[in-house]
């Protein structure tokens, strides 16, 4: 029999990355927060590859850490190799990645979980929402526990009727063989809410001593480590190397003579799978013409012999997966230890969703990470911190947090996903943002830390320290133009130790800088400051002397844009009645009900005709509600 178990501000549903990002928000914003989760032993569990960030990823980590999150400093606690990505090319695509030690991931995390006031974790299997009045009011388990809310956060990643896949052999599982979520998805239609099928997969793991490392390449972290968050100062952690290695023609022979039991091509998968994240056999068949691929192998932690295959994720059976690792320079003698797999899971139609991240239909619910269509754990846990953060406002009459595009790469992904929904599992990339000279690794916090404070979940010293800091900054950047640079024999000297051309004329050192070979560290040798400034610092002088007139092009572009989104649309409009409206564009508008003319323009299938018909109607709408207003209030 049901019966009432207690009553809380916020019920988070799910330990995974959203989950731990949701119910940590929520709980530090002060409101009384229940995580209920299917195994209390699997709190941020990587059930796919081993580490955190990489391009665009890595960029929504510093973000979640700008903001309070955790994530950032859980990986910076238990890294086992950081690198970063793209360091030859501009600042924008510079992206921090690093190898997790996921065992000691998941504990320090569940540790930190354990230790925040106003959080109470339980293990429980949620099987229904409790909906009164059409609003979300709490949550059912398979006991008969009600738990009752204000707000409600779903994050149940694959774990939606979960179906596992390899090769002939199917079975209902979530990933690493847990337990399914089978009634959960029922609930949610018979409350309106449309699902769809996704897929993902991972790679079989192998044991470390039976790899040949001799026939692979070394790939080791750097030797100086950045870090994902700005509270981190420094590390003692040990790294480990990766290893890079390549399928051979005997792969590519082994894959394309069992395609008749590879469920992606016999058609017992039905779920749509992740377009930049294939299965090996999907590559070789797709990239048929490429001689070989990529394979490393990255370690699962310091305390086990498990590896992860990186780049060989599939459902193809298990003999079949055996024989091609041992396709593969250096696993010629290799022993599988765990078997790659296909996962089917139900995932929520995310244009169902308001930028707050609350469902439409079902005030009260909010839904974040997989659920909503996204692949990986750093776009999970930033819509984690963000459904927290406003299930929490929503509970304490605040309005919601709504990042822009042009804010932070957050804004993007839960953009695209709210405007204009997803086919496929979503990933995140940094071609998806359009202003992403400003989105980059390095001024997260200029971005965001201002509105985490805001919100109380970055404490006062932390942003005193932060404050301190852009106050450097803008001294150093003062100063330089304030400094004469003459050709003297000393600057030459440096200039041509730089490779740079001789100076002629004199000119102040921000001009000198932007000269492209040139570093802070090339100026600072002959003019020193006397400002006490940290790498951080001296990082963000130099990049914003050498990009001020791109950053100033984007910045005007931004302005543009919140023009745009400064044009509310009435909630109450009805688009069908809008004549001269194409039909596309009424149904499509009608299905989203974007919150300004700026989200309107994004929805596909509406036309630019269409938006100059709607801001000509809204002109008259609001015309005509500010005149039924005034006489309202004249009676």
Not at 392 to 400: I, N, S, T
């Amino acid at each position: 029999m049901p019966y009432v178990a207690g009553q809380y501000d916020v019920i988070v549903i799910g330990a995974g990355h959203a989950g731990c990002e949701s119910a940590l928000a929520a709980a530090r914003m002060g409101c009384n927060t229940l995580l209920l989760t299917i195994n209390l032993d699997m709190v941020a569990f990587m059930p796919c590859n081993p580490s955190i960030g990489g391009p665009a990823k890595g960029h929504v980590v510093r973000e979640i850490d700008a903001l309070g999150g955790e994530m950032g400093r859980n990986i910076d606690k238990t890294f086992i190799q950081m690198r970063m990505l793209n360091t030859g090319k501009g600042p924008a695509v510079h992206a921090l990645r690093a190898q997790a030690d996921k065992f000691l991931y998941q504990q320090t995390m569940k540790e930190t979980m354990e230790a925040t006031p106003n959080l109470t974790m339980r293990q429980a299997m949620v099987e229904e929402l409790i909906v009164e009045d059409g609003i979300c009011v709490g949550v059912e388990t398979k006991t008969g526990a009600q738990y009752k809310a204000k707000a409600v956060v779903l994050t149940t990643g694959t774990y939606l009727r979960g179906k596992i896949i390899m090769g002939e052999l199917i079975y209902e599982s979530g990933p690493n063989n847990q337990q399914p979520s089978l009634k959960l998805s029922e609930s949610l239609r018979e409350h309106g809410m449309e699902l769809v099928r996704f897929k993902t997969g991972t790679p079989p793991r192998v044991h470390k001593d039976t790899i040949d490392f001799s026939k692979t390449e070394i790939q080791p972290g750097d030797d100086k480590p950045k870090f994902f968050s700005f509270e981190t100062k420094g590390s003692d952690n040990d790294q480990l190397p990766c290893w890079l290695t390549y399928t051979s023609e005997q792969t590519h022979e082994i894959i394309n003579n069992n395609l008749d039991r590879a469920p992606m091509f016999s058609g017992i998968i039905e779920g749509t799978g992740p377009r930049y994240c294939p299965s090996i056999e999907d590559k070789i068949v797709r990239f048929a013409d490429k001689p070989k691929h990529q394979i490393f192998l990255e370690p699962e932690g310091k305390n086990t012999a498990e590896y992860y295959v990186q780049g060989l994720s599939t459902s193809m059976p298990e003999d079949v997966q055996l024989q091609i690792l041992r396709s593969i320079p250096g696993l010629e003698k290799v022993e599988m230890m765990r078997t790659g797999y296909a996962i089917e899971y139900d995932a929520v139609v995310p244009t169902q969703l308001w930028p707050s991240l609350e469902t439409k239909k079902i005030p009260g619910l909010f839904t974040a990470g997989q659920i909503n269509g996204t692949s990986g754990y750093e776009e999970a846990a930033g819509q984690g911190v963000m459904a927290g953060i406003n299930a929490a406002r929503k509970v304490q009459g605040k309005d919601p947090v709504v990042l822009d595009r042009s804010q932070g790469y957050i804004g993007v992904l839960i953009d695209d996903l709210v405007t204009k929904g997803t086919l496929e599992p979503y990933r995140l990339l940094t071609s998806r943002a359009e202003y992403r000279l400003l989105l980059r690794h390095d001024n997260a916090d200029i971005r965001l830390t201002p509105i985490g404070h805001e919100i109380g979940l970055i404490p006062t010293e932390r942003y005193e320290t932060f404050q301190r800091k852009i106050a450097l900054v803008e001294q150093e950047l003062e100063r330089l133009k304030q400094v004469k640079v003459r050709p003297s024999q000393e600057v030459q000297t440096m200039l041509a130790e730089a490779g740079s051309v001789p100076l002629v004329n004199g000119c102040d050192a921000a001009t000198l800088l932007r000269r492209p070979e040139l570093s802070y560290a090339n100026l600072e040798s002959l003019f020193p400051s006397e400002l006490e400034l940290d790498d951080e610092m001296k990082e963000q002088v130099e990049i914003q002397v050498k990009y001020a007139g791109y950053i100033e092009k984007q910045m005007l572009q931004v302005e543009r844009l919140q023009k745009m989104e400064k044009k509310r649309i009435p909630e109450s409009i009805e688009y069908h009645d809008v004549h001269g409206l194409a039909m596309e564009a009424k149904q499509k508008l009608s299905k989203i009900r974007p919150l300004s003319i700026g989200q309107a323009t994004r929805i596909s299938g509406v036309t630019p005709a269409d938006i100059s018909i709607l801001l000509v109607y809204l002109e008259h709408f609001n015309r005509v509600t500010a005149a039924k207003m005034s006489q309202t209030d004249a009676g």
